[in-house]
């Protein structure tokens, strides 16, 4: 089942179409990056795929569920705006497990029962923080975290009902360097989780949709990068999908290695962002196809 | 230099000063006036306090039906209606500016009516309200809460609109939110220290419409007494009523802090 399947999706914004005809499907544990020029339309994908502002036309399904109001299924990190000020770092991370798991009126006719699931909730929750490095910092509330940790804890927040897919909208724009890769860190990590669940063959829990403008960091964090673009063939009708590859895979542990982008990066500097370079506009999207591929060279070297 | 921090204890003897010095000054006309004329009562000093405070706390009525004292009458009457009219206007304003904020459909149709509402004086009013509910006790509770539900509702309304964002409620949603849930977690949570701190500053309008009234219509009642002691010179009960009213607005708005300190922790920092 994919975790996320959209199927023709086409936006307008009056009689100006933003989106033409995108069409995606994203395998659970994928940490997928989308760039593109700014303004070409990758928030309203994303608001689309979120359901707060259903597509004009096409369709949006998060493990086969229609998505057409914003659900828990899908998750969503903002760049700002990100964390609830009146609730501390741990009670913001509760705050899902608390409005998904018990209802309003159970919370005042059956308190005592509430307060206990509340305890748990609390404990799962200091747990997730303590997992992205934040155990000094539960109690406290927003307003006296860093830029670096309120991320964090929005990341948290958004993981910790395990939607089928959470969606990353410029997340670390704002924050400094130093902190930036700390937090790309911290995807990398997941992603080495999402691969042991694998092996053990379970599903994997952190599903991504990334957006950045920063080409080495769509690189480095995402194992596939998705490129959305006005600059192809039909490109007076909106932005298509340009550009779908898979990209190297790094371990945290593993040196930034950055002459390993250089290549990628051309590639997407043309293909997406050059006005100049028309293409068809599939002419980059061989992601699927070249995961086959490699399959099929799996499969063909097992047998020999 | 501006703003030149000054040290704490600087800071409390200064205040300390000015109470003494406006005492001394009261104290200095005070003697200027009796030397004019021995009886007067428009500047009164210490003795024509003591009479006063001996006469508003004189029991009335006679031996076999005692009533209470003029001061606890008045007392029990105003704050009565401040009470009930504050707390009937903020209940009032509150439910329907969330209800605002929350939907746009009912926004629409009210934004205007209220905008335009809250920009007449409550106190120019008043006939309206002697006229359609007569001069009882409804009187007084419907104007005091009339008179601050709109400006009210119009704040609660508009800080909705400003510190409740879109993305707030839309995150609500995808963490398992209902619209009930919402409202409550996150509409009501997000602007409760706007709401008391609005609260505090409808406690100054609120006593304004109902002395006022009291003043127009009133049989007891503080701002009644004011009227009727002033109009024989009574000073010294004036005076005393007035700092009475000047505590009251200032306790009130101590409590209202305190509280908004203690619902709301993370708002001061
Ligand atoms: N609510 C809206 N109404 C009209 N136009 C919009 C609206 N939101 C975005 N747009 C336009 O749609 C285009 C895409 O916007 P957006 O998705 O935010 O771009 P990106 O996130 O890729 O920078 C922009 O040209 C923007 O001006
Ligand atoms: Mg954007």
Redesign the pocket.
């Known amino acids: 089942m994919h975790a996320l399947e959209i199927r023709n999706l086409s936006h307008w ?2 009689t ?1 179409r ?1 989106l033409n005809k995108v069409n995606l499907t994203i395998a659970p544990g994928q940490i997928v990056a989308l760039v ?12 689309a795929i979120l359901g707060t ?1 259903p597509p004009s036309e096409g369709e949006v399904l998060a493990e086969g569920r229609l998505v057409t109001e914003p659900n828990r299924d899908v998750g969503i990190v903002y760049q700002n705006y990100s964390l609830y000020e009146f609730l501390s770092a741990e009670e913001n991370v509760a705050f899902g497990l608390k409005l998904d798991k018990t209802s309003l009126i159970s919370r005042f006719i059956a308190l005592p029962a509430y307060l206990r699931k509340r305890r748990e909730h609390l404990q799962m929750a200091r747990d997730f923080l303590k997992k992205v490095g934040l155990e000094a910092a539960m109690g406290h509330y927003p307003a006296e975290l860093s830029g670096g940790m309120r991320q964090r804890v929005a990341i948290a927040q958004a993981f910790i009902l395990q939607p089928k897919i959470v969606l990353l ?1 410029e997340p670390f724009g704002a924050l400094d360097e130093a902190t930036r890769e700390d937090l790309q860190l911290m995807l990398l990590r997941f992603y080495q989780e999402n691969l042991k669940a694998k092996q053990r063959g379970e599903r994997p829990q952190y599903t991504i949709i990334i ?1 950045t403008h920063e080409l080495n960091e769509a690189i480095y964090v995402a194992d596939r990068v998705i490129g ?1 673009s006005r600059f192809h063939t039909e490109g007076s009708q909106g932005a298509m999908v340009v550009y779908d590859r898979p990209c190297p895979v790094f371990h945290p542990d593993d040196p930034k290695d950055l002459s390993k982008f250089v290549e990628q990066r051309e590639e997407l500097r043309s293909a997406v962002f050059d006005p100049n370079y028309v293409k068809h506009h599939s002419k980059y999207v061989s992601f699927w196809d070249e995961l086959s591929n490699d399959a099929l060279a799996v499969a063909a070297m097992n047998s020999r | 230099m501006i703003r030149r921090p000054i040290p704490r204890w600087l800071v409390v003897l200064l205040g300390i000063l000015g109470v003494f010095s406006l005492l001394a000054v009261y104290g200095g006309l005070s003697y200027r006036q009796s030397l004019v004329n021995e009886k007067q009562k428009v500047i009164p000093g210490l003795q024509a306090f003591g009479d006063g405070v001996t006469r508003m706390t004189a029991p009335q009525g006679s031996e076999e039906t005692p009533k209470p004292s003029m001061l606890v009458t008045d007392l029990r009457a105003t704050y009565w209606r401040l009470f009930l009219g504050t707390g009937l206007g903020v209940v009032l304003s509150v439910v329907v500016g969330i209800a605002m904020g929350a939907y746009r459909w009912i926004a629409a149709p009210l934004a205007p009516i209220i905008s335009f509402l809250a920009k007449i004086p409550p106190t120019a009013m008043l006939p309206i309200y002697f006229v359609l509910v007569g001069s009882d006790q409804t009187m007084f509770t419907t104007m005091v809460a009339l008179g601050i539900f709109f400006t009210m509702a119009q704040s609660v309304y508009q800080s909705i609109v400003n510190d409740v964002k879109d993305e707030a409620i839309d995150k609500a949603y995808t963490l398992g939110a209902s619209d009930p849930e919402i409202v409550y977690e996150v509409i009501w949570k997000q602007v409760l220290p706007p709401i008391l701190d609005n609260i505090r500053l409808q406690i100054g309008p609120a006593m304004i419409f109902l002395l006022a009234a009291e003043m127009l219509v009133g049989a007891e009642g503080m701002g009644y007494r004011i009227r009727m002691e002033s109009r024989v010179l009574n000073m010294s009960i004036v005076y005393i009523y007035l700092c009475i009213l000047g505590f009251t607005g200032l306790i009130g708005d101590w409590c209202l802090l305190w509280l908004r300190k203690k619902l709301c922790p993370w708002y001061d920092r």
Do not use: Q
């Open positions: 914004y009056g100006r933003i593109g020029p700014s303004g070409c339309g990758k928030s309203t994908l994303l608001r502002d909208d957006v959305l």
